[in-house]
């Protein structure tokens, strides 16, 4: 069965320092993967995803996340947080054939001036 | 719409009440999910259709929840004699077709409250 772990219920960071927000997959063959973002009484947004092209993906507002077969991990990074960052992500893995994605727990993420 | 428009937003309930929960998705999308969202934890799967047919719902947790897409477009996701524990946020998503690895639109949710 496909689960992802969040390794961080909460995350912390000052305004302008790198992001890592961290997440370990499990899956019975080659996963889909995303990360997807929840801002207060909004609705979830896709960040990015992999699908077994290019192991490093890019997203939007500057994240990006490298799939890493052997640690079994896709951890979502940023060089810079910003302020707007502030928000809940989710690690997601897509199980079945049509794309039915299990959550992770979630990771608060926190940015500080 | 250009999104996926979900009422009501806030429904409070008494226990042992009946809700139903809209859902319109963005139109000509195939696929809709809807998904329980319980406070401080991810978006749990409850059931899948595809265009009107329920091909998926093992995720309910009790016969009190029942949903329905009888024309392929906007879906209703039911609970019968509510209870303390059905208090969530209820999460509609869509997608344009079942076979997809792309993105979920999902709506803002419906908060449901049971006291």
């Known amino acids: 069965a496909q689960s992802v772990t969040q390794l961080d219920s909460h995350v912390s960071v000052s305004e302008g320092t790198p992001v890592l927000l961290r997440c370990n997959y499990s899956s019975s063959y080659s996963p889909s993967l995303f990360w997807y973002v929840q801002h207060p009484n909004k609705g979830l947004q896709l960040l990015l995803k992999?699908?077994?092209?290019?192991?490093l993906v890019k997203g939007i507002n500057g994240f990006e996340a490298e799939f890493k077969k052997s640690e079994t991990s896709f951890h979502l990074t940023k060089p810079s947080a910003h302020m707007s960052d502030a928000a809940e992500y989710f690690c997601v893995v897509s199980a079945g054939g049509y794309n039915k994605l299990i959550f992770g727990a979630g990771t608060r993420l926190a940015v500080h001036p | 719409g250009a999104g996926v428009s979900q009422s009501p937003r806030y429904k409070v309930a008494k226990r042992g009440q009946d809700v139903a929960l809209r859902c319109d998705p963005i139109?000509?999308?195939?696929?809709l999910f809807w998904y329980q969202q319980a406070l401080g934890q991810g978006p749990e799967f409850l059931t899948y259709?595809?265009?009107?047919?329920?091909?998926?719902k093992s995720g309910l947790p009790s016969d009190r929840f029942f949903a329905e897409r009888p024309e392929g477009s906007v879906s209703t996701l039911k609970i019968q004699r509510t209870q303390q524990e059905d208090s969530a946020v209820y999460l509609c998503?869509?997608?344009?077709?079942?076979?997809?690895?792309?993105?979920?639109?999902f709506g803002e949710g419906s908060r449901l409250t049971v006291l």
């Open positions: 992999y699908t077994s092209a290019a192991t």
């Open positions: 139109s000509g999308h195939v696929s």
């Open positions: 998503a869509s997608s344009p077709r079942p076979q997809d690895t792309g993105e979920l639109f």
């Open positions: 259709f595809q265009n009107e047919a329920q091909l998926d």
